[in-house]
């Protein structure tokens, strides 16, 4: 195993970097903070590119709560960015959604009888509409491992979706243009006009796929916290993406406890130490990743200014203000002690003056 001297820059520098990058997806264990770093990401980028779009695609959205921005569905331009756009998208077919009729709301049903052709059609009709934007770059702020991960099996959750309606023609014939004509509604039930409609979004998804295999346009940033579920969440996370061909070799542990400011906390220590453990094994499974550790803080980042000015740890390596060990956190160390004992003999002179009076 290599030292940590010899392992790739802790930062996200190399994302920046890459002016051919047209998809970064950021996801991981659920509560771990990946809003605020995918947010940070699409405003580092838009000071390197000429537009950035961020969506987010988990159902609880939270992007609107990090800029503190109401969001929606169609891209906005962030309060303060002149190329920064975002957008809430939720990645499952809305029932009962205006517009849905005719062809829509029929392979709406239809989808349902195909477990998870339903999102993976909302999925492929969001990046068909995406695409057609004109967009530098485009991050996503995806849904905890498990939703990320079946988002991500789209392409052939079509494929096995569009095989199986090829199954039912064969089976039954022309019963669905004769169900149309039936009913009055022409030829828009037809077979030929639904697999059709079909053939042409697995384009779509064949030419996305394509690209999110190629590691010069796609990658994907894995955010974690120093703790056994979330490092065996990020374990499962980049096999899958390795399973799928996506490329990913940034890992952001987020919530880190630096040995700092002479910590006097035995649970403070405790923590430290729990989390060090886990941060070995991650250094040692991910030798070859671009590993960026963020400080922990007192506050929630929200806002615009706070997210800008969290930004900097995620370009340079975050250091603790005051090293243990040196003569400065000696001098600090010792200060504090004298305030604690000054504050201990002032509640014993209080103590001894109530005795007195009883």
Same mark, same amino acid.
């Given at each position: 195993?290599?030292?940590?001297?010899d392992m790739p820059?802790?930062?996200?520098?190399?994302?920046?970097?890459?002016?051919?990058?047209?998809?970064?997806?950021?996801?991981?264990?659920?509560?771990?903070?990946?809003?605020?770093?995918?947010?940070?990401?699409?405003?580092?980028?838009?000071?390197?590119?000429?537009?950035?779009?961020?969506?987010?695609?988990?159902?609880?959205?939270?992007?609107?709560?990090?800029?503190?921005?109401?969001?929606?569905?169609?891209?906005?331009?962030?309060?303060?960015?002149?190329?920064?756009?975002?957008?809430?998208?939720?990645?499952?077919?809305?029932?009962?959604?205006?517009?849905?009729?005719?062809?829509?709301?029929?392979?709406?049903?239809?989808?349902?009888?195909?477990?998870? =052709?339903? &999102?993976?059609? #909302?999925?492929? $009709?969001?990046?068909? @509409? /995406? !695409?057609?934007?004109?967009?530098?770059? +485009?991050?996503?702020?995806?849904?905890?491992?498990?939703?990320t991960l079946r988002?991500?099996?789209?392409?052939?959750?079509?494929?096995?979706?569009?095989?199986?309606?090829?199954?039912?023609?064969?089976?039954?014939?022309?019963?669905?243009?004769?169900?149309?004509?039936?009913?009055?509604?022409?030829?828009?039930?037809?077979?030929?006009?639904?697999?059709?409609?079909?053939?042409?979004?697995?384009?779509?998804?064949?030419?996305?796929?394509?690209?999110?295999?190629?590691?010069?346009?796609?990658?994907?940033?894995?955010?974690? =916290?120093? &703790?056994?579920? #979330?490092?065996? $969440?990020?374990?499962? @996370? /980049? !096999?899958?993406l390795t399973k799928?061909? +996506?490329?990913?070799?940034?890992?952001?542990?987020?919530?880190?406890?630096?040995?700092?400011?002479?910590?006097?906390?035995?649970?403070?220590?405790?923590?430290?130490?729990?989390?060090?453990?886990?941060?070995?094994?991650?250094?040692?499974?991910?030798?070859?990743?671009?590993?960026?550790?963020?400080?922990?803080?007192?506050?929630?980042?929200?806002?615009?200014?706070?997210?800008?000015?969290?930004?900097?740890?995620?370009?340079?390596?975050?250091?603790?203000?005051?090293?243990?060990?040196?003569?400065?956190?000696?001098?600090?160390?010792?200060?504090?002690?004298?305030?604690?004992?000054?504050?201990?003999?002032?509640?014993?002179?209080?103590?001894?003056?109530?005795?007195?009076?009883?």
């Open positions: 195993m290599s030292g940590k001297e820059e802790g930062t996200v520098r190399n994302v920046m970097e890459q002016e051919n990058l047209k998809w970064v997806f950021v996801g991981g264990k659920g509560g771990v903070g990946k809003t605020t770093c995918s947010s940070i990401l699409a405003i580092l980028l838009a000071s390197v590119r000429s537009s950035v779009l961020i969506i987010s695609t988990d159902p609880a959205h939270n992007l609107s709560d990090a800029f503190q921005q109401r969001f929606t569905k169609a891209p906005t331009l962030v309060i303060g960015f002149p190329n920064l756009y975002a957008m809430e998208v939720d990645p499952n077919v809305e029932e009962g959604e205006e517009g849905q009729e005719g062809m829509d709301g029929f392979l709406s049903d239809l989808a349902n009888s195909i477990p998870g =052709i339903d &999102e993976a059609m #909302s999925f492929a $009709e969001m990046l068909k @509409l /995406v !695409q057609t934007m004109d967009y530098s770059v +485009i991050v996503f702020d995806t849904a905890p491992t498990g939703h988002l991500l099996q789209f392409p052939s959750t079509l494929e096995k979706g569009l095989t199986k309606m090829m199954s039912l023609k064969s089976k039954f014939g022309g019963l669905l243009g004769q169900m149309g004509r039936l009913f009055g509604v022409g030829d828009e039930f037809g077979e030929d006009a639904i697999l059709g409609r079909l053939e042409g979004m697995k384009d779509v998804i064949e030419q996305v796929n394509r690209q999110f295999k190629d590691p010069d346009l796609t990658t994907f940033v894995c955010v974690c =916290i120093p &703790e056994f579920l #979330s490092l065996y $969440e990020t374990e499962r @996370l /980049v !096999q899958e799928f061909e +996506i490329d990913t070799h940034n890992i952001i542990i987020n919530q880190v406890l630096f040995d700092e400011e002479g910590v006097e906390s035995k649970l403070l220590q405790a923590r430290m130490k729990m989390q060090q453990k886990y941060l070995d094994q991650f250094y040692m499974l991910y030798d070859d990743f671009n590993i960026t550790k963020l400080p922990l803080l007192p506050e929630e980042v929200c806002g615009v200014e706070a997210l800008k000015a969290f930004s900097k740890h995620f370009r340079k390596p975050y250091e603790p203000s005051i090293a243990r060990g040196t003569v400065e956190e000696l001098e600090l160390r010792v200060s504090r002690l004298q305030g604690q004992l000054r504050d201990v003999v002032s509640e014993l002179e209080k103590a001894r003056k109530a005795n007195k009076t009883l």
